[in-house]
């Protein structure tokens, strides 16, 4: 049974064969691959791909997190029960009763 790199190349020398555009690409990226500096603006051009999917993640949970505060501070301006509100907003009880303490002082 043929390995499945042999198997890859070999459906790559069939496109290759099929569409030139193919055989051209693999050229210019065989040479770019062995281009030092080439090789050193792909890789930073990775880690700034990286960096901003991480930022961008980061900025999503950050916009859960307040909205789940902006729910339970609701929650308790309408006098529900810390362990409810805790429950449904699925923030910690010792965070509900933080805000529960921002809102009895109106600071929320």
């Given at each position: 049974?043929?390995?499945?790199?042999n198997q890859?190349?070999?459906?790559?020398?069939?496109?290759?064969?099929?569409?030139?555009?193919?055989?051209?690409?693999?050229?210019?990226?065989?040479?770019?691959?062995?281009?030092?500096?080439?090789?050193?603006?792909?890789?930073?051009?990775?880690?700034?791909?990286?960096?901003?999917?991480?930022?961008?993640?980061?900025?999503?949970?950050?916009?859960?997190?307040?909205?789940?505060?902006?729910?339970?501070?609701?929650?308790?301006?309408?006098?529900?029960?810390?362990?409810?509100?805790?429950?449904?907003?699925?923030?910690?009880?010792?965070?509900?009763?933080?805000?529960?303490?921002?809102?009895?002082?109106?600071?929320?």
């Open positions: 049974m043929p390995s499945r790199s890859v190349e070999d459906v790559l020398e069939v496109l290759k064969m099929e569409d030139p555009a193919i055989a051209k690409a693999e050229q210019i990226l065989d040479w770019l691959s062995c281009d030092k500096e080439t090789l050193r603006l792909y890789d930073l051009r990775q880690k700034a791909i990286y960096d901003e999917v991480t930022r961008i993640e980061g900025a999503r949970d950050e916009g859960k997190k307040e909205g789940k505060i902006e729910v339970a501070k609701n929650m308790l301006k309408k006098g529900l029960d810390i362990a409810f509100v805790a429950e449904v907003s699925g923030l910690p009880e010792s965070e509900v009763l933080e805000l529960n303490e921002k809102v009895a002082n109106g600071r929320s």
